[in-house]
């Protein structure tokens, strides 16, 4: 059975339908911490054996791609990549994307133009 590590914050019932598609999918779910300052080990040891990975703000640089090699897709639950090596991810053939979503306010200080 493949493994997804899940790295966020947030109760799981704030997460909507994807501990739920998760199970009915056959996927084993890890739960880690999604916090910026986790620490590059404990975001490693999160991941080991798994892949694939929702990810909150942990950094994901090429260590922690080096030391996962079974890592295939990271997503993240959020807006950008600014937390993910994305050319790290790329040169290992570990796909990156965003869940579309999941940002469902703007900010009122946001303008445009």
Not at 40 to 60: D, F, M, N, T, W
Not at 62 to 73: G, I, M, T
């Amino acid at each position: 059975m493949a493994t997804v590590a899940v790295n966020l914050t947030r109760p799981e019932e704030e997460l909507g339908e994807i501990p739920a598609r998760l199970r009915a999918s056959g996927l084993e779910r890890r739960c880690g911490s999604g916090r910026r300052a986790t620490p590059p080990a404990e975001v490693i040891e999160s991941l080991r054996g798994c892949v694939a990975a929702i990810a909150g703000q942990e950094l994901y640089a090429a260590e922690v791609f080096d030391a996962c090699p079974e890592l295939r897709l990271v997503v993240r639950f959020g807006v950008g990549f600014d937390t993910v090596d994305v050319d790290a991810a790329t040169e290992r053939g570990v796909l990156v994307a965003t869940i579309p979503g999941t940002l469902t306010a703007v900010s009122p200080t946001t303008r445009s133009g």
